[in-house]
């Protein structure tokens, strides 16, 4: 009888423990609430031309964002504030451009569609564009693999500043990216 109560407790605890394994994240996150973190946002004091990205569309500049806008970034990437939990960022992901957008002309309704090209990235890379409302909270407005392009596609309803993270394309098997379309 002893055995047969070991054996039903080892059969419960194996199962117990297996279920964990069986309940993981899913890699498409439903849309992700908003944080908002505690540092400032800070206009760059010298402006420098941005080369990390390229963005031909009229009446759209950038210019490079200050060093305190560029350090809170790299600490978001840190996870700090849950940062890349919250909007489903890989730890994978990168800094690869931080900028300040201006536009001078009128935002269409639903927002002004800007093709940005990363130029520190190759195909296949898994890139997010996120741009930092005025009241300090953060938002996606474009993502996805790149092309031979490389080239993303942002939506902005509003401008400055903006961060751009890339996930190497060695990486995006590896965290179960897939392309929206093709599902490859």
């Known amino acids: 009888m002893k055995r047969f109560y070991a054996l ?15 309940a993981s ?76 957008m201006n536009f001078s002309g009128e935002i269409p309704g639903g927002g002004l569609q800007v093709p940005i090209v990363v130029n520190n990235a190759v195909a296949g890379d898994y890139v997010i564009v996120m741009h930092r409302k005025a009241d300090g909270i953060w938002e996606v407005v474009g993502r996805g693999i790149l092309g031979d392009d490389l080239t993303v596609v942002a939506t902005f309803t509003s401008f400055s500043p903006v ?12 965290v179960g990216i897939k392309a929206p379309k093709t599902g490859e």
Do not use: C, G, Q, W
Request: proline share 8%; net charge negative.
């Open 8 to 22: 039903l407790l080892s059969v419960i605890l194996i199962v117990t423990l297996s279920l964990s394994a069986f």
């Open 25 to 100: 994240t899913s890699p498409k996150a439903p849309a992700a609430p908003e944080v908002k973190t505690d540092a400032p946002y800070v206009p760059s004091t010298t402006p420098a031309p941005v080369t990390a990205v390229s963005i031909a569309v009229a009446d759209v500049s950038t210019v490079a964002a200050s060093s305190t806008l560029a350090d809170h970034a790299k600490d978001l990437l840190a996870n700090k504030d849950d940062f890349l939990t919250t909007y489903a960022i890989p730890e994978a992901a990168r800094l690869a451009a931080v900028f300040n």
């Open 163 to 174: 961060m751009v993270l890339v996930v190497d394309a060695a990486d995006v098997a590896a």
